[in-house]
T-cell receptor, first 114, second 111 residues
Framework: DGGITQSPKYLFRKEGQNVTLSCEQN?????MYWYRQDPGQGLRLIYY???????QKGDIAEGYSVSREKKESFPLTVTSAQKNPTAFYLC?????????????FGQGTRLTVV | QQQVKQSPQSLIVQKGGISIINCAYE??????FPWYQQFPGKGPALLIA?????SEKKEGRFTISFNKSAKQFSLHIMDSQPGDSATYFC??????????FGRGTQLTVWP
């Protein structure tokens, strides 16, 4: 089955630690995105990538880092510089070229700082 | 920058009623106008979408109305059901562009 997979579903982090959230897709999509969702805040864009080995900052990139070494994978690292990392993180992918198209989302990773 | 403004923030509708959610956008280069539905603890999923060459699209109980000159599009849910209770996002986009999401509308349909 084609889709987008995020892991883990739940993640606990101690203050001062870096953690990496995984996002893998087998849809052959060029574009991938990371969003953060907080209650009442909607979806805020952290980073996005339109092509392998290239990515752009979104609206709230501070304290986060990404890599795009493979088309299928777009991991997000939440660094110790992120002051309030507890949130629901969503990864998405979409086709590029031609007109805009549907975005497919993973099931999310809920990160909690303990 | 607020490219997309969605309203209302929350909506309570009686079962069988009509739910209407609105989205206003700034960027005239957008060429794809979707609505996403999200249930608690899940990722959003496409509900219905429209291209700018038509003014209305209907899929079952869900209808998108598109007003290009006003730079607005709306979602109408007819005969609203408790199972429609979810958060709805508009997310206009264009080719090679990032996604712009509205802040979301939390819909509650009570029996």
């Amino acid at each position: 089955d084609g889709g987008i997979t995020q892991s883990p579903k739940y993640l606990f982090r101690k203050e001062g630690q870096n953690v990496t959230l995984s996002c893998e897709q087998n849809l052959n999509h060029d574009a991938m995105y990371w969003y953060r969702q907080d209650p009442g805040q909607g979806l805020r864009l952290i980073y996005y990538s339109q092509i392998v080995n290239d990515f752009q900052k979104g609206d709230i990139a501070e304290g986060y880092s990404v890599s795009r070494e493979k088309k299928e994978s777009f991991p997000l690292t939440v660094t110790s510089a992120q002051k309030n990392p507890t949130a629901f993180y969503l990864c998405a992918s979409s086709l590029t070229g031609g007109a805009g198209t549907e975005a497919f989302f993973g099931q999310g990773t809920r990160l909690t700082v303990v | 920058q607020q490219q997309v403004k969605q309203s209302p923030q929350s909506l309570i509708v009686q079962k069988g009623g009509i739910s209407i959610i609105n989205c206003a956008y700034e960027n005239t280069a957008f060429d794809y106008f979707p609505w996403y539905q999200q249930f608690p603890g899940k990722g959003p999923a496409l509900l219905i979408a429209i291209r700018p060459d038509v003014s209305e699209k209907k899929e079952g109980r869900f209808t998108i109305s598109f007003n290009k000159s006003a730079k607005q599009f709306s979602l109408h849910i007819m005969d609203s059901q408790p199972g429609d209770s979810a958060t709805y996002f508009c997310a206009p986009t264009r080719s090679l562009g990032r996604l712009y999401f509205g802040r979301g509308t939390q819909l509650t349909v009570w029996p």
